[in-house]
């Protein structure tokens, strides 16, 4: 099986419902035409460096899949006729990979990120200084009445 990767940029106008359906309609597709999904990476909302289609943003999606030569075909047709989509760009990785090998290494990369996510955020929180602030409050007569300072 050949590695690929395909970037796709969904109209900015979609509510959650129909981008989710945009997104699992072309993740369908590969799996429709016996290709193996190694990662989906949902980059958000993002602003243009120009416009495009008369938009200033718009919502990115990576995919990253495994399948034979005619999958790109059948992937940029699809993408192609959904007016939906507004621009994609697919890139052959490599030739001849094993996907379960792929999956595993993402797993991998995926738990190595979280491990360091971890290790920073507790770094930054013993760098803290730990602080005690007591606060005194004055106990108040039931007829005494308060002067904010206000006249």
Not at 33 to 60: C, N, P, S
Request: aromatic share 8%.
């Amino acid at each position: 099986m050949r590695h690929y990767e395909t970037l796709y940029i969904i109209s900015p106008e979609l509510g959650d419902e129909d981008y989710k359906a945009v997104v699992t309609k072309h993740t369908d597709l590969i799996e429709k035409e016996k290709g193996v999904i190694i990662k989906l990476e949902e980059w958000g909302k993002r602003r243009f460096a120009y416009e495009l289609k008369k938009f200033d943003q718009g919502f990115y999606v990576l995919m990253d899949y495994c399948g034979g030569a005619e999958i790109t075909a059948e992937i940029s047709r699809a993408l192609k006729l959904d007016d939906k989509v507004l621009k994609y760009q697919t890139i052959k990785l490599d030739d001849n990979v094993n996907p379960e090998d792929l999956i595993k290494e993402a797993k991998k990369v995926e738990e190595e990120a979280a491990k360091e996510a971890v290790e920073e955020a507790v770094a930054i929180e013993d760098q803290i200084p730990e602080k005690e602030e007591t606060f005194e409050e004055e106990a108040l007569e039931p007829d005494q009445e308060v002067d904010h300072g206000i006249q």
